[in-house]
């Protein structure tokens, strides 16, 4: 069983940066997939971005390419996501998620944390 709590999030400027952590508890993510998702008001959850715990290898939605970048921190258990160069359309609830194997569409996640507000102001 994995328990996710993210962390982070708050009310910024256009332009400004706000680092989101996502601290997994009940056992190791080593064999996940590890994944933030966002999801704003009338739209649907898409993916932000991901990282493989095993090999580290990174995947980001084209549009926070160059703004942000997803880590992991073996000895916390913790996933971050730095988020630079906010824009307003930025402007969701952010969730982590983890399962065991990759994709980009939020029904095949096993397991999510509560999410955290990010706000960006124009």
């Known amino acids: 069983q994995v328990q996710l709590v993210e962390s982070g999030g708050g009310l910024v400027q256009a332009g400004g940066s706000l680092r989101l952590s996502c601290a997994a508890s009940g056992r190791t993510l080593r064999m996940y997939y590890v994944a933030w998702f966002r999801q704003a008001p009338g739209k649907e959850r898409e993916f932000v971005a991901a990282v493989s715990w095993n090999t580290d290898i990174t995947y980001y939605t084209n549009s926070v390419k160059g703004r942000f970048t997803i880590s992991r921190d073996n000895a916390k258990n913790t996933v971050y996501l730095q988020m630079d160069s906010l824009k307003p359309e930025d402007t969701a609830v952010y969730y982590c998620?983890?399962?065991?194997?990759?994709?980009?569409?939020?029904?095949?996640?096993?397991?999510w944390g509560q999410g955290t507000q990010v706000t960006v102001s124009s």
């Open positions: 998620a983890a399962d065991p194997i990759p994709s980009v569409k939020s029904d095949e996640y096993d397991y």
